[in-house]
């Protein structure tokens, strides 16, 4: 079955780094990239049909442009499994995404992150955790702007879990998927701030978990005194890991891990991709 990819792109260098990136991840896999660019008038004060010709201007470039990846894309002669297709919107970000995830039933949206860290604190303002956070029903794969080339072996992704609360299969798609299109073991990370044993709901949860990873290489993993941020941290850092999955809860653990006043944690912004995955109706 197709695999379906929404990539927003404002026409710069990084945007198409990302867009080469997906191609690459998905290379051996069949694929329609949807790649969606939004535009708007240079101003909101001009009136009339100032504002209708500002529109029109906006909307011929931001068309232009995606003619001009078609071309790039058709230069590059990419893999006969990929489709493209190209869509323009004047509508907010958010709104527009949300638009062809529920049109085009979109199984993965693929972002970039200005920097070298990912910046999708929910307690900052910035358009990455702006549109996480609003576009619902699909997940997310963010990459920092300079991309780092993966190790050829070891792997791996770091997804950590309260086991708090029960997970439905379909939003474990995506990250069954990464770790299949890697080659990728799944750490599943516990952390055990309050120092207490696993109720018999959170038992059955990680078992549950066990069912769903059971095609792919997982393994479970507990740390002690420490807090979420801090301990999602020095994972990644101590074992040099390749990927983080965040499960979004609209209440729960991915709004407490980013939650925290910086007094009390470090700032957490990672260096390595991050996929978000999104609590599904």
């Not at 991840?25 to 535009?39: E, G, H």
């Not at 303002?125 to 991309?147: A, D, G, Q, R, Y």
């Amino acid at each position: 079955m197709e695999k379906k990819i929404l990539i927003p792109t404002n026409f710069t260098k990084h945007a198409w780094n990302n867009l080469v990136y997906a191609l690459n991840l998905y290379k051996d896999i069949p694929c329609i990239f949807y790649i969606l660019n939004v535009y708007d008038a240079p101003t909101r004060i001009s009136l009339g049909k100032n504002n209708n010709s500002e529109l029109e201007t906006a909307k011929t470039e931001s068309e232009e442009g995606l003619h001009k990846i078609r071309q790039g894309l058709n230069f590059r002669q990419e893999n006969k499994k990929h489709q493209f297709e190209t869509i323009s919107s004047n509508k907010d970000l958010a709104v527009a995404m949300q638009e062809c995830v529920d049109t085009y039933k979109i199984d993965l949206i693929l972002m970039v992150s200005r920097g070298d860290n990912i910046s999708i604190n929910t307690a900052v303002n910035n358009e990455i955790s702006e549109v996480t956070e609003k576009v619902e029903n699909c997940p997310f794969l963010v990459l920092p702007e300079l991309m780092k080339e993966l190790p050829k072996s070891n792997r791996e992704i770091v997804f950590p879990t309260t086991f708090k609360f029960p997970f439905k299969d379909k939003e474990m798609v995506a990250l069954i998927d990464m770790s299949n299109f890697l080659n990728a073991s799944i750490r599943i990370l516990y952390i055990d701030s309050d120092n207490r044993p696993l109720t018999k709901a959170q038992e059955q949860n990680r078992e549950t978990l066990k069912t769903y990873f059971a095609k792919v290489k997982f393994s479970f993993h507990k740390l002690t005194q420490t807090t979420l941020t801090m301990g999602v941290h020095l994972f990644i850092e101590s074992r040099d890991s390749n990927f983080l999955a965040l499960y979004k809860r609209k209440q729960g653990f991915f709004r407490k891990l980013f939650s925290q006043r910086i007094k009390e944690d470090i700032d957490f912004n990672p260096k390595v991709p991050v996929l978000i995955l999104k609590e599904m109706e």
